[in-house]
């Protein structure tokens, strides 16, 4: 008998340790927890219980078991009132990610960006949910200034277009020309961008996560690689000087872009 209770106290003193409940932190809504790194996490831990992502209890995340729950991989806790959001700045190459909870303004329906995208605040580049946490994400993504895009009446820098001016997209299949959807100034610190040299001689400084017109993002490019039509032949990260970074979304269902002769991809949405 003496051995059972001995093995039931180990088991569940391990339980404690793996859900983070030995964890001295006293969180409120402002309460976060940062690191940088270069890759994203998606998802939030949670405690043990029958509350799928949430804390400790049958209502889950935003259900009404009553008790706390492990936000991010910061041994950060939550109140069983309150959200997981995860904020991500990109900075060139890498990424600097901050865990937080904040009083969910959705309750007591489900987590939507509806309703939660003022959390993230005016400066997003975008809201999304990924189960039971909301992922902001800001910071540079985009071009630098001088990025010289085809237009029919030349290249022109990316930072002088706007919204209705023609651009030359992939549409259907075919190069066409096609109307600016949209066009954003990111302001950023700290950031670095990825300079990839093109065999024609022609040099693109654009942030590492921007998006290529195939899907890869810039910090994976390689010498060997391409660039649409376009050879590469070196890639460095180099640090960013200017205040902002720019992006437009041409009007074409690809939402690509020639930018110093090479086809490349968009990070807005529309």
């Not at 600097?96 to 960006?113: K, Y």
């Not at 654009?206 to 660039?227: N, Q, V, Y």
Request: aromatic share 4%.
């Amino acid at each position: 008998m003496k051995a059972f209770l001995a093995g039931a106290a180990t088991a569940l003193t391990f339980l404690a340790v793996w859900s983070g409940c030995e964890s001295n932190s006293n969180t409120t809504g402002a309460s976060s927890s940062t690191r940088t790194t270069s890759t994203t996490t998606t998802s939030a831990q949670s405690t043990t219980g029958n509350g799928g992502s949430g804390g400790a209890g049958n209502g889950g995340m935003n259900g009404a078991g009553g008790g706390r729950f492990a936000c991010g991989d910061m041994n950060l806790m939550c109140d069983a009132d309150q959200i997981c959001v995860e904020n991500i700045v990109y900075m060139g190459p890498t990424e600097e990610v901050t865990w937080s909870c904040a009083d969910d303004p959705c309750a007591p329906g489900p987590l939507s960006c509806d309703c939660a995208s003022q959390i993230c605040g005016d400066g997003a580049l975008s809201c999304e949910v990924q189960g039971d946490v909301l992922v902001c994400s800001s910071g540079g993504i985009c071009a630098s200034p001088e990025t010289p895009v085809a237009t029919p009446m030349g290249e022109r820098p990316i930072a002088d277009l706007s919204p209705g001016d023609l651009v030359y997209s992939l549409h259907e299949g075919k190069v066409v020309a096609v109307p600016v959807l949209h066009a954003s100034r990111t302001r950023v610190h700290d950031h670095a961008v990825v300079e990839v040299s093109l065999k024609s001689g022609r040099v693109l400084r654009i942030s590492g996560m921007h998006p290529t017109a195939d899907g890869r993002l810039f910090r994976e490019l390689l010498p060997t690689d391409s660039l649409g039509s376009e050879k590469i032949v070196g890639v460095a990260t180099l640090p960013y000087l200017p205040q902002y970074t720019y992006d437009i979304l041409p009007a074409s269902d690809s939402g690509t872009y020639f930018a110093a002769g090479a086809l490349i991809g968009s990070t807005l949405k529309r």
